[in-house]
């Protein structure tokens, strides 16, 4: 998979899940059909993404922080075979029903830089850039209002939040459809 600027991305990690029995050992993908498990899966990698951006002091923040946007962004692709997409769902489905979300930003962006949203995965992409710029903004605003560091306990508590995954159920249904 290559990102809209052709770059080589990084391999998802596999969230497999097996079924064992004493008759078999079922592979067993995880359905964003679920609207549940779609927030769930949101939820991990905005932890990901908020311990890179909190906790990690190294020099690959930015490509770790990368790999995670394009990671969570490569889940929607039809042929992903890493999660099990709702009936009907396709890149196509889902670009057109993000650009009315994503047009303002869309119509900020350079003709040159705009031409890239031109691909229909490249929107989804965005999209998911998008779930995680407002996220790092919420859990600033969070922090803040709560007078805190962050910490583990103070992302743990976060990212429990009802209000939280709420939203992150959100932003899966607005991907999904």
């Keep these: 998979m290559k990102d809209p600027a052709g770059a080589r991305l990084p391999r998802v990690k596999t969230l497999f899940l097996y079924r064992n029995d004493s008759?078999?050992?079922?592979?067993?993908?995880?359905?964003?059909?679920?609207?549940?498990?779609?927030?769930?899966?949101?939820?991990?990698?905005?932890?990901?993404?908020?311990?890179?951006?909190?906790f990690s002091r190294s020099a690959?923040?930015?490509?770790?922080?990368?790999?995670?946007?394009?990671?969570?962004?490569?889940?929607?692709?039809?042929?992903?075979?890493?999660?099990?997409?709702?009936?009907?769902?396709?890149?196509?489905?889902?670009?057109?029903?993000?650009?009315?979300?994503?047009?303002?930003?869309?119509?900020?962006?350079?003709?040159?830089?705009?031409?890239?949203?031109?691909?229909?995965?490249?929107v989804v992409t965005l999209a998911v850039n998008a779930f995680f710029e407002e996220l790092l903004v919420r859990a600033d605003a969070w922090l803040e209002l709560k007078g805190g560091v962050m910490n583990e306990e103070a992302l743990h508590e976060f990212l429990a939040s009802s209000v939280i995954h709420d939203w992150m159920l959100g932003w899966a249904k607005r991907i999904l459809g």
């Design 23 to 54: 008759r078999s050992s079922d592979l067993v993908r995880p359905s964003l059909s679920d609207s549940t498990a779609a927030a769930e899966l949101f939820s991990c990698a905005a932890s990901d993404f908020l311990h890179a951006i909190y």
């Design 60 to 122: 690959d923040t930015e490509e770790r922080v990368a790999q995670i946007v394009f990671g969570l962004a490569a889940l929607f692709e039809e042929q992903s075979g890493i999660v099990e997409l709702p009936a009907g769902f396709t890149i196509a489905g889902a670009a057109k029903r993000l650009k009315p979300f994503l047009a303002k930003r869309l119509n900020a962006m350079e003709p040159e830089d705009r031409a890239i949203f031109e691909d229909d995965a490249a």
